[in-house]
Protein backbone atom coordinates (compact mmCIF):
# COMPACT_ATOMS: atom_id res chain seq x y z
CA UNK A 1 0.00 0.00 0.00
CA UNK A 2 1.25 3.80 -0.79
CA UNK A 3 0.96 5.62 2.16
CA UNK A 4 1.20 8.96 2.21
CA UNK A 5 3.27 11.77 5.07
CA UNK A 6 0.92 13.64 6.73
CA UNK A 7 1.57 16.91 7.46
CA UNK A 8 -0.52 19.45 9.70
CA UNK A 9 -0.76 23.19 10.43
CA UNK A 10 -2.89 25.77 11.59
CA UNK A 11 -3.01 27.23 8.05
CA UNK A 12 -0.65 27.53 4.91
CA UNK A 13 2.42 27.90 6.77
CA UNK A 14 2.86 24.01 6.63
CA UNK A 15 3.27 23.73 3.04
CA UNK A 16 7.07 25.30 3.36
CA UNK A 17 7.46 21.66 4.81
CA UNK A 18 5.76 20.49 2.06
CA UNK A 19 7.47 22.40 -0.67
CA UNK A 20 10.68 21.05 0.35
CA UNK A 21 9.19 16.87 0.62
CA UNK A 22 8.21 18.02 -2.36
CA UNK A 23 12.19 18.52 -3.83
CA UNK A 24 14.23 16.15 -1.49
CA UNK A 25 11.63 13.21 -1.84
CA UNK A 26 9.62 13.69 -4.91
CA UNK A 27 8.37 10.18 -4.88
CA UNK A 28 6.29 10.38 -1.81
CA UNK A 29 2.93 10.96 -1.04
CA UNK A 30 1.64 13.97 1.11
CA UNK A 31 -2.12 14.39 2.74
CA UNK A 32 -1.43 17.49 4.35
CA UNK A 33 -4.58 19.59 6.57
CA UNK A 34 -4.35 22.86 7.55
CA UNK A 35 -6.40 24.41 10.32
CA UNK A 36 -7.00 27.40 8.48
CA UNK A 37 -10.64 28.42 10.41
CA UNK A 38 -9.52 28.23 13.15
CA UNK A 39 -5.72 29.97 12.47
CA UNK A 40 -4.05 31.43 14.13
CA UNK A 41 -2.51 29.07 16.65
CA UNK A 42 -0.14 31.64 18.35
CA UNK A 43 -1.95 33.45 21.00
CA UNK A 44 -4.23 29.96 22.01
CA UNK A 45 -3.98 28.51 25.39
CA UNK A 46 -1.25 25.39 25.24
CA UNK A 47 -4.63 23.32 26.01
CA UNK A 48 -6.34 24.35 23.53
CA UNK A 49 -3.26 23.87 20.81
CA UNK A 50 -3.16 20.19 21.81
CA UNK A 51 -6.61 19.79 21.69
CA UNK A 52 -6.71 20.95 18.46
CA UNK A 53 -3.35 18.90 17.16
CA UNK A 54 -4.79 15.94 18.38
CA UNK A 55 -7.87 16.49 16.69
CA UNK A 56 -6.11 16.98 13.71
CA UNK A 57 -3.75 13.48 14.32
CA UNK A 58 -7.01 11.62 14.69
CA UNK A 59 -8.65 12.79 11.94
CA UNK A 60 -5.37 12.39 8.97
CA UNK A 61 -4.78 9.09 11.09
CA UNK A 62 -8.10 7.58 8.68
CA UNK A 63 -5.69 7.66 6.17
CA UNK A 64 -3.57 5.95 7.43
CA UNK A 65 -0.35 7.72 6.82
CA UNK A 66 3.19 6.62 7.67
CA UNK A 67 4.22 9.35 9.67
CA UNK A 68 2.75 12.40 10.91
CA UNK A 69 4.81 15.67 10.50
CA UNK A 70 4.22 18.76 13.06
CA UNK A 71 4.59 21.57 10.65
CA UNK A 72 3.49 24.04 12.91
CA UNK A 73 6.24 25.49 15.93
CA UNK A 74 3.09 26.59 17.67
CA UNK A 75 1.63 23.01 17.67
CA UNK A 76 5.54 21.08 18.15
CA UNK A 77 5.87 23.18 20.92
CA UNK A 78 3.57 22.00 22.91
CA UNK A 79 2.10 18.74 21.59
CA UNK A 80 4.20 16.55 20.20
CA UNK A 81 4.99 14.20 23.13
CA UNK A 82 1.48 14.02 23.67
CA UNK A 83 0.67 13.21 19.45
CA UNK A 84 4.08 10.91 19.91
CA UNK A 85 1.90 9.14 23.11
CA UNK A 86 -1.08 8.50 21.27
CA UNK A 87 -0.35 7.39 17.37
CA UNK A 88 1.95 4.01 16.75
CA UNK A 89 3.79 5.67 14.04
CA UNK A 90 6.26 8.50 14.37
CA UNK A 91 5.55 11.96 14.62
CA UNK A 92 8.13 14.50 13.62
CA UNK A 93 8.06 18.48 14.90
CA UNK A 94 10.09 21.05 13.46
CA UNK A 95 11.71 22.91 16.20
CA UNK A 96 14.68 20.42 17.10
CA UNK A 97 15.27 20.39 13.14
CA UNK A 98 15.19 24.63 13.56
CA UNK A 99 17.47 24.24 16.56
CA UNK A 100 20.39 22.11 14.50
CA UNK A 101 19.92 24.17 11.59
CA UNK A 102 20.27 27.20 13.31
CA UNK A 103 23.97 26.40 15.32
CA UNK A 104 25.23 24.63 11.86
CA UNK A 105 24.68 27.90 10.15
CA UNK A 106 26.08 30.30 13.04
CA UNK A 107 29.45 31.20 13.39
CA UNK A 108 29.53 33.58 16.35
CA UNK A 109 26.69 31.78 18.22
CA UNK A 110 24.48 35.31 18.24
CA UNK A 111 21.03 33.75 17.31
CA UNK A 112 17.61 35.26 16.68
CA UNK A 113 14.75 33.44 17.14
CA UNK A 114 11.34 34.78 15.89
CA UNK A 115 7.97 32.69 16.38
CA UNK A 116 4.44 33.19 17.52
CA UNK A 117 3.43 34.56 20.70
CA UNK A 118 2.74 30.54 21.62
CA UNK A 119 6.42 29.13 20.44
CA UNK A 120 8.26 32.22 21.95
CA UNK A 121 6.44 32.05 25.60
CA UNK A 122 7.26 28.25 25.60
CA UNK A 123 10.53 28.81 25.48
CA UNK A 124 11.26 25.63 23.39
CA UNK A 125 13.58 26.86 21.17
CA UNK A 126 15.95 27.98 23.78
CA UNK A 127 16.00 24.58 24.95
CA UNK A 128 16.28 22.99 22.03
CA UNK A 129 18.99 25.48 20.69
CA UNK A 130 21.07 25.49 24.68
CA UNK A 131 20.56 20.93 24.62
CA UNK A 132 23.55 21.88 21.33
CA UNK A 133 25.29 24.65 22.62
CA UNK A 134 25.51 26.30 26.13
CA UNK A 135 27.57 29.02 24.54
CA UNK A 136 25.16 30.64 22.39
CA UNK A 137 23.36 34.35 23.39
CA UNK A 138 19.71 34.07 21.96
CA UNK A 139 17.68 36.89 21.11
CA UNK A 140 13.77 35.51 21.17
CA UNK A 141 10.91 37.68 19.80
CA UNK A 142 7.32 37.01 19.00
CA UNK A 143 5.73 39.10 16.12
CA UNK A 144 1.99 38.18 16.52
CA UNK A 145 1.04 40.04 13.27
CA UNK A 146 2.67 38.01 10.86
CA UNK A 147 0.63 34.76 10.34
CA UNK A 148 -2.70 36.81 9.83
CA UNK A 149 -0.89 38.75 7.16
CA UNK A 150 0.46 35.19 5.42
CA UNK A 151 -3.15 33.63 5.91
CA UNK A 152 -4.65 36.59 4.03
CA UNK A 153 -2.36 36.17 0.74
CA UNK A 154 -0.83 39.31 1.53
CA UNK A 155 2.92 38.81 0.96
CA UNK A 156 4.19 41.59 -0.75
CA UNK A 157 2.08 44.46 -0.44
CA UNK A 158 3.19 47.57 1.38
CA UNK A 159 1.03 46.81 4.25
CA UNK A 160 2.89 43.38 4.19
CA UNK A 161 6.00 45.03 4.23
CA UNK A 162 5.59 47.79 6.81
CA UNK A 163 4.46 45.43 9.30
CA UNK A 164 7.38 42.83 8.60
CA UNK A 165 9.54 46.14 9.28
CA UNK A 166 7.45 47.30 12.57
CA UNK A 167 7.01 43.42 13.76
CA UNK A 168 11.31 43.07 13.79
CA UNK A 169 12.22 46.74 14.76
CA UNK A 170 13.45 45.57 17.98
CA UNK A 171 16.11 43.20 16.02
CA UNK A 172 17.86 45.31 13.87
CA UNK A 173 21.18 46.19 15.32
CA UNK A 174 21.52 43.38 17.61
CA UNK A 175 24.26 41.80 15.70
CA UNK A 176 22.82 38.68 15.17
CA UNK A 177 24.44 36.38 12.58
CA UNK A 178 21.56 33.74 11.85
CA UNK A 179 17.70 34.40 12.57
CA UNK A 180 15.55 31.33 12.91
CA UNK A 181 11.98 31.76 11.27
CA UNK A 182 10.41 29.96 13.82
CA UNK A 183 6.85 29.81 12.57
CA UNK A 184 6.70 27.71 9.60
CA UNK A 185 4.33 30.76 7.82
CA UNK A 186 7.53 32.94 7.85
CA UNK A 187 9.13 31.84 4.96
CA UNK A 188 6.55 33.23 2.80
CA UNK A 189 7.72 36.73 4.08
CA UNK A 190 11.47 36.15 2.94
CA UNK A 191 12.05 39.01 1.59
CA UNK A 192 10.93 41.79 3.70
CA UNK A 193 12.49 39.54 6.58
CA UNK A 194 15.47 39.78 4.99
CA UNK A 195 15.62 43.17 4.14
CA UNK A 196 14.29 44.11 7.44
CA UNK A 197 17.06 42.41 9.32
CA UNK A 198 20.06 42.85 6.73
CA UNK A 199 20.75 40.55 4.10
CA UNK A 200 24.25 39.48 6.40
CA UNK A 201 21.91 37.85 8.74
CA UNK A 202 21.30 34.15 7.53
CA UNK A 203 17.36 33.47 7.15
CA UNK A 204 16.97 29.74 8.67
CA UNK A 205 13.90 27.47 7.78
CA UNK A 206 13.51 24.49 9.69
CA UNK A 207 11.82 22.89 6.02
CA UNK A 208 14.88 21.64 4.69
CA UNK A 209 16.12 20.10 8.06
CA UNK A 210 13.06 18.82 9.04
CA UNK A 211 12.43 16.80 5.62
CA UNK A 212 16.08 15.61 5.64
CA UNK A 213 14.85 14.41 9.57
CA UNK A 214 11.59 12.54 7.68
CA UNK A 215 14.15 10.98 5.22
CA UNK A 216 16.43 9.26 7.37
CA UNK A 217 13.61 7.97 9.35
CA UNK A 218 12.00 6.22 6.68
CA UNK A 219 15.22 4.86 5.33
CA UNK A 220 15.47 3.87 8.87
CA UNK A 221 12.17 1.79 9.44
CA UNK A 222 12.05 1.00 5.28
CA UNK A 223 9.24 3.19 4.63
CA UNK A 224 10.62 4.95 1.90
CA UNK A 225 8.45 4.85 -1.48
CA UNK A 226 9.56 3.63 -4.48
CA UNK A 227 9.96 5.60 -7.10
CA UNK A 228 7.27 5.04 -9.53
CA UNK A 229 6.88 6.18 -13.26
CA UNK A 230 3.79 8.25 -12.33
CA UNK A 231 3.40 11.31 -9.87
CA UNK A 232 2.27 10.39 -6.81
CA UNK A 233 -1.06 11.84 -5.77
CA UNK A 234 -1.04 14.44 -3.01
CA UNK A 235 -4.39 15.13 -0.97
CA UNK A 236 -4.39 18.77 0.54
CA UNK A 237 -7.38 19.69 3.04
CA UNK A 238 -8.36 22.83 5.10
CA UNK A 239 -10.75 23.66 7.75
CA UNK A 240 -11.77 27.38 6.67
CA UNK A 241 -12.53 29.13 2.68
CA UNK A 242 -11.23 26.34 -0.04
CA UNK A 243 -10.97 29.16 -2.31
CA UNK A 244 -8.19 31.24 -0.47
CA UNK A 245 -6.69 27.60 0.81
CA UNK A 246 -6.44 26.62 -2.82
CA UNK A 247 -5.47 29.79 -4.06
CA UNK A 248 -2.37 29.98 -1.94
CA UNK A 249 -1.14 26.37 -1.97
CA UNK A 250 -1.38 26.73 -5.70
CA UNK A 251 0.99 30.00 -6.19
CA UNK A 252 3.39 28.49 -3.48
CA UNK A 253 3.86 25.05 -4.69
CA UNK A 254 3.12 25.88 -8.55
CA UNK A 255 5.69 24.22 -9.83
CA UNK A 256 5.11 20.75 -8.15
CA UNK A 257 1.37 21.66 -8.62
CA UNK A 258 1.72 20.87 -12.45
CA UNK A 259 4.62 18.43 -12.15
CA UNK A 260 2.95 16.43 -9.71
CA UNK A 261 -0.72 16.58 -10.77
CA UNK A 262 -2.33 17.44 -7.54
CA UNK A 263 -5.81 16.58 -6.71
CA UNK A 264 -7.80 18.59 -4.55
CA UNK A 265 -10.04 17.40 -2.10
CA UNK A 266 -10.69 20.73 0.33
CA UNK A 267 -13.72 19.57 2.42
CA UNK A 268 -14.87 22.08 5.65
CA UNK A 269 -14.53 20.60 8.98
CA UNK A 270 -15.16 22.33 12.37
N1 LIG B 1 2.71 28.01 11.33
C1 LIG B 1 2.56 27.86 12.72
C2 LIG B 1 3.85 27.90 13.47
O1 LIG B 1 4.85 27.45 12.92
C3 LIG B 1 1.37 28.48 13.38
C4 LIG B 1 1.21 29.93 13.38
C5 LIG B 1 -0.11 30.31 14.02
O2 LIG B 1 -1.13 29.73 13.68
O3 LIG B 1 -0.10 31.24 14.87
O4 LIG B 1 3.92 28.29 14.60
Not at 48 to 59: C, H, L, N, S, W
Request: with cysteine; proline share 6%.
Amino acid sequence: MNQAIAVMDSGVGGLTVVKEVLKQLPQEQVLYFGDTARAPYGPRDPEEVVRFTREIAEYLSRYQPKMIVLACNTATAVALDDIRSRVDIPVVGVIKPGARAAVKASRSGRIGVIGTEGTIRSGAYDEALREISSQLEIVSLACPDLVPLVEAGDFDSPHAWETVRRSLAPLVGRELDSLIMGCTHYPFLTASIAETVGHKVELISSAEETVREIGTILSYNGKLAKPKSESPLHRFFCSGDPVLFRRITSAWLEKQVEASSIVWQVQTTC
